[in-house]
């Protein structure tokens, strides 16, 4: 069993470093075809476990949306976030992807209050999650930022990469740098937000300089 689900993953996985090579030379269609390859064979092999027909589900799902197939691109994601709710072991950082992409859909779809619905929920995945690398936390809640930013809800995107950049905090390096560059671009866009947030470091001197 083993060894035909090592077999099985090597098999998509070739068809995944296809798509990917395909869409860099500029041929989408012919990386949607790759994926919808590695699903159908994800599919058919009983080996498969869930989080394997979830990930590559999820990548052809990425595909059309890439194509702006939105309604496929919906039906595959809600597929596999059945699948990955149905995990015995979670998977959160699939789970947080899977649900910023639909949130992301449904406000496309005009759907705003489900869109911030599927929001508040990856937040609550990354908020249980506490036995991840805070990186990958981090990484988690700038993604839900750039939703909550993509439909102007400056506040609330300001706040959870303030929450991303206090993760990052300790550790230093290129990670909060580019944390902090993007808590930078949003201050800008939502400027009427930019004095109520600030680091933990950043202690206020009491006397506003204005």
Known sequence: MEKGREFLRRR?????????????????????????????????EPSADGLLLATTGMNLAGAHYYLEYYEASETLYREAL????????????????????????????????????????????????????????????????DFYGSIEEFHRALQLVHESALLMEEGGGEELLLCLGRLARLSADGSDHRSELRLDSEEPNGDSDS
């Not at 996985?13 to 869409?23: G, S």
């Not at 990955?84 to 072991?89: F, K």
């Not at 619905?117 to 995945?125: D, P």
């Open 82 to 145: 059945t699948a990955l709710e149905a995990l015995a072991e979670p998977a959160p950082r699939e789970l947080l992807y899977c649900l910023c992409n639909l949130a992301e859909l449904r406000e496309l779809n005009g759907d705003r209050e489900a869109a911030l619905e599927l929001a508040r929920r990856a937040h609550e995945v990354v908020q249980q999650t506490i036995d991840a690398d805070p990186y990958h936390l981090a990484e988690g809640l700038i993604r839900i930022a």
């Open 12 to 44: 998509i996985d070739r068809l995944e470093r296809q798509a990917q090579r395909q869409r860099r030379l500029g041929l989408p269609h012919e990386a949607l075809k790759s994926l919808q390859q590695a699903f159908g064979i994800a599919c058919r």
